[in-house]
């Protein structure tokens, strides 16, 4: 084995980098090209308006791939925390416990699938597809499996009001994005974050309680999910036991489309907003230019698992 | 009588380097027949030729009066050419008459002939002297010799002649040590071939008929188990020149104070048991054990790595438990033997350097100022803190695994091979650096199974075996000879 990584590793590493951005790029230029309303300011408003949602649950997301783990719970924790703001204002507690609540009933479910992963060992993916279960079962159980119209009205602000003529769920998206960025660039939290995912056993051996590491990001996710669905049951205008189960497949797909390993220790906030920003230009543009509609998410998908092989080939040399 | 097996002039080579030199070596039907040497004498690279690992070599093989160039493992077994491993692969879960006929149970029909499995499982196991042991239970609840045992018999089962067994006591207790030199006797007397490779030489003189000792890839000598003795094959191991190099005289240190790091009967199964002892400010004290006498695991353990099952650990008097963090707070520091275990090698320097000093250095100016600091004293090249790890060299890697124990000199540091694979100029450096770390009032665990590296840099030297410390030189002179002795002796406790 050698012991210096070769200069092709190196030229890969750079590769592995830009390619977002390359993409991203490439993406603008042919849908400019190919579609006369694509460029356009108001067009950019639409794009940064669709994955405004996304890019909350992408925050927290962000912080788990680097720890090397996963959460296949958000979508669900996302519309279980609407569902809860609704039930608790239709129930008439005072604002803004309503809220509070739900993002405190998040965190908390994610702090008991992260806590199974840290300290019983029990994969992410697996924990995690159980909490979805959970969630997903308390919507609804506590729906009954109606539709949930009393909202608090922070919700209805934050998730359909603007201000200056900018949306406010445009402002706590960025918002969301500014302090996961901070906290992964500027604290020794987010120093232990990344030493953790690129090597567990030595953050360990440096003193890092990586078992307390993993069991945050995992609270991390979970809260900004429940934040992502406090929001967006205003933009929605209401609360359903399904409403933002979709969202699951995009939210990861975005933070690994910008270049967060799947591995562990490498990308960041930085990374994720180019990738969002891939998956918004490729959705609205692709409706923009006449493209069967029935093709769309095939394309999607297309594009998401190049981004997946391209992610695991220049991570490959890390498994060893 | 011609031989079950001979190698004649066995050549092998990896890349530049020479593994076998022109091997010739045989073994007879009913003999036990030893293979020692040191690390890297070429045991493993002819025991994989044996068992048909290696299919490219120069020279021949003769099995059973044909010659014969094995291409795979599997041929090796199909011809009753059986290998059991260090580490062994049964399957706990299952039982051990299952795991005696594992992939070939008896059937009738399509489905297994369990009354039938069970029945001749009995049998071999009362052959081979284990009649007590219940082949429907899972071998799990059984102990590492059976699991051994169950492996040998399966060995057996499948018609194997020649049974090649690599360091089979390694992991067992003396009493099922014993018990299995007894099962190699009878193995022998059932007209079984056994190559039988150990770095104990008290059972190899126990057990074998006759030894052979490889050097440097080249076979020393073949002797009659009956007519040589302990002193000679470590001498023949080592080679007559090497005396004269490798010995140092140790020049005892006036001990200021009380220790620093106490150890009081610590033990942790399967690791070591009861040890005692204490180190003190400004010492270097080696401790030497060969490949899996437990001083790694003692290393490791006093780090907060692991849990031991009973004992105590005093740190300048104080008690100490938990992980790695409670450890680092109360002075200790520690590298692990494999430094890619212990360093992010996508990341700068730096930051490997500060991950344990956070709390108190953080933020890339303060941490690389600081980081500039310890690399320039550990002689980093080239000395940028802003590099990544992975782009030095090895040599340079251990250093920065050092230097951030640097930052804040910890009152013990336990150091676990901090030379292997270096070149010769790289190892002096870095046992400079523990010295001057010892000068400065730091108490270093030098841990090791390099003996040349124990005698270049310890004040004084422990020898552990099988988990225990089993001699302590403090003074006078001490020779790799004497090390090794002492390492592949016995498991009474000697001064």
């Known amino acids: 084995m050698a012991d210096k990584p070769s200069r092709t590793s190196r030229l890969a590493e750079r590769a592995r980098e830009l390619a977002p951005v390359w993409t991203l790029l490439a993406l603008v230029v042919f849908f400019g090209v190919y579609s006369e309303s694509f460029l356009t300011l108001e067009n950019f408003g639409n794009i940064l308006n669709q994955v405004a949602l996304l890019a909350i649950m992408g925050t927290g997301i962000t912080f788990v791939l680097l720890t090397a783990q996963i959460d296949l719970s958000v979508s669900y924790m996302a519309t279980l925390a609407g569902v809860v703001a609704a039930y608790a204002t239709a129930g008439h507690l005072p ?3 309503p809220i509070v609540v739900a993002l405190l009933v998040a965190a908390f479910l994610g702090w008991i699938s992260g806590a199974a992963t840290a300290y019983l060992g029990i994969p992410s993916f697996m924990s995690t597809l159980a909490m979805s279960l959970i969630a997903s079962g308390l919507s609804l159980y506590l729906t009954r499996g109606r539709i949930l119209f009393d909202l608090p009205p922070l919700s209805k602000t934050l998730g359909s009001g603007r201000i200056f003529g900018v949306k406010w769920l445009v402002i706590v998206a960025a918002l969301t994005l500014l302090a996961g960025h901070l906290v992964l660039r500027y604290t020794r939290f987010g120093r232990y974050v990344y030493m953790t995912g690129a090597n567990p056993k030595a953050a360990e051996l440096a003193g890092v309680n990586t078992r307390r590491i993993v069991a945050a990001v995992m609270v991390i996710a979970a809260f900004t999910a429940g934040l992502a669905g406090v929001v967006g049951i205003g933009r929605l205008g209401s609360a359903t036991p399904t409403a933002f189960d979709g969202m699951l497949i995009d939210a990861i797909g975005a933070v690994v489309l910008g270049g967060t390993s799947l591995f562990g220790g490498v990308g960041g906030i930085p990374q ?42 220049f991570a490959g040399k890390k498994e060893s | 009588m011609e031989p079950l097996l001979r190698l004649s002039q066995v050549k092998k080579r990896f890349g530049g380097i020479e593994a076998l030199k022109g091997i010739d070596f045989e073994v007879f039907a009913g003999e036990v027949h030893a293979l020692v040497g040191e690390n890297g004498a070429g045991k493993s690279t002819m025991m994989k030729i044996l068992a048909g690992v290696i299919p490219d070599y120069a020279g021949e093989m003769v099995y059973q009066g044909r010659p014969l160039r094995l291409k795979n493992p599997k041929e090796a077994l199909d011809l009753g050419i059986a290998m059991i491993h260090q580490e062994l692969s049964v399957m706990p879960e299952l039982s051990v008459a299952e795991n005696i006929f594992l992939g070939r149970q008896p059937t009738r029909g399509r489905v297994v002939d369990w009354r039938r499995m069970n029945a001749e499982a009995r049998r071999i196991l009362e052959a081979l002297g284990y009649p007590q042991v219940e082949v429907e239970r899972p071998l799990g609840d059984y102990p590492l010799g059976v699991h051994q045992l169950a492996e040998i018999a399966r060995a057996v089962t499948s018609g194997a002649e020649l049974i090649i067994m690599d360091e089979p ?65 470590v001498r023949l191991m080592l080679g007559k020149e090497a005396r004269f190099f490798e010995r140092t005289a140790l020049v005892p240190r006036a001990r200021e104070g009380a220790p620093v790091l106490e150890l009081h009967g610590l033990s942790r199964p399967r690791a070591f048991a009861d040890v005692n002892l204490a180190l003190y400010p400004g010492e270097i004290v080696g401790l030497y054990g060969l490949i899996g006498s437990g001083h790694f695991e003692l290393a490791e353990t006093l780090f907060g790595l ?47 350097v500060s991950l344990p000093w956070l709390d108190r250095l953080f933020g890339p100016a303060r941490e690389l100022a600081a980081a500039g600091r310890v690399t320039r004293e550990v002689g980093l090249k080239p000395p940028d803190p802003a590099r990544v790890v992975g782009a030095f060299s090895g040599g340079n890697q251990q250093k920065v695994a050092i230097a951030r124990w640097l930052i804040e000199p910890p009152k013990v540091f336990l150091a676990s091979e901090p030379t292997r694979g270096m070149d010769v100029g790289a190892k002096e450096e870095v046992l400079a650096i523990l010295r001057r770390m010892a000068d400065a009032g730091t108490a ?30 403090t003074s006078g002179e001490v020779t790799k000879e004497m090390l090794v002795h002492a390492a592949a002796g016995e498991l009474k406790k000697t001064a």
């Open chain 2, 306 to 352: 692991a849990r031991p099952s009973a004992g105590q650990v005093r740190v300048a008097g104080r008690p100490l438990s938990g992980g790695p963090r409670r450890a680092i707070r109360e002075g200790i520091a520690y590298v692990p033997p494999s430094r890619r275990t212990g360093l992010f090698l996508e990341k700068p320097v730096y930051q490997n």
């Open chain 1, 95 to 97: 604002q803004p416990w």
């Open chain 1, 272 to 313: 994720t907003v180019v990738g969002l920003l891939i998956l918004g230009v490729l959705r609205n543009g692709l409706d923009q230019v006449s493209v069967n509609i029935y093709a769309k998410t095939l394309i999607t998908g297309i594009i998401l698992f190049a981004a997946l092989i391209f992610n695991i080939l």
């Open chain 2, 169 to 233: 006591t390694s992991a067992l207790s003396p009493m099922e040590t014993e018990r299995l030199l007894a099962l190699v006797r009878r193995l022998a007397e059932q007209g079984k071939a056994i190559v039988y490779i150990s770095h104990f030489l008290e059972e190899v003189t126990a057990v074998a008929d006759r030894i052979t000792v490889l050097r440097d890839g080249r076979k020393v000598a073949t002797l009659k188990a009956g007519e040589t003795s302990k002193a000679e094959l």
């Open chain 2, 444 to 473: 270093v665990l030098l841990v090791s199974s390099e003996p040349e590296t124990i005698l270049a840099a310890a004040d004084r030297v422990l020898v552990m075996a099988k988990g225990r410390i089993v001699a302590e030189f």
